[in-house]
Nanobody, 127 residues
Framework: QVQLVESGGGLVQAGGSLRLSCAAS????????MGWFRQAPGKEREFVAA????????YYADSVTGRFTISRDNAKNLVYLQMNSVKPEDTAVYYC????????????????????WGQGTQVTVSS
């Protein structure tokens, strides 16, 4: 059973940057797609970004395209989310998750396709 631990969250001013990390233990991530989701207070959890098993394909929500970048280092069992030009509406708890699938925009874009989740890290963007 893999365990996921997110880090790197915090308070940042609008227009600034943050890099979130997701560390996996217990099992290799290398065969599975990985994703980042977020949940703001009073809102449903939403898809942010995903990456295929080998990093060859990446997928983004429209709201973060051009600002966020997902990447992975399978040798280190790490997944990253680089957040640039952040906005107050990016404020949320960010979750890392491991997919049941290894690639595909549709499969990796749905939270129901993920079976392992981290505990989340808070990102707060001040205006």
């Amino acid at each position: 059973q893999v365990q996921l631990v997110e880090s790197g969250g915090g308070l940042v001013q609008a227009g600034g940057s943050l890099r979130l990390s997701c560390a996996a233990s217990g099992r290799t991530l290398s065969r599975q797609g990985m994703g980042w989701f977020r949940q703001a207070p009073g809102k449903e959890r939403e898809f942010v970004a995903a990456i295929s098993w080998n990093g060859g394909s990446t997928y983004y929500a429209d709201s973060v395209t051009g600002r966020f970048t997902i990447s992975r280092d399978n040798a280190k069992n790490l997944v990253y989310l680089q957040m640039n030009s952040v906005k107050p509406e990016d404020t949320a708890v960010y979750y890392c998750a491991q997919s049941l699938y290894n690639s595909g925009r549709y499969a990796l874009g749905l939270s129901s396709g993920y079976d392992t989740w981290g505990q989340g890290t808070q990102v707060t963007v001040s205006s």
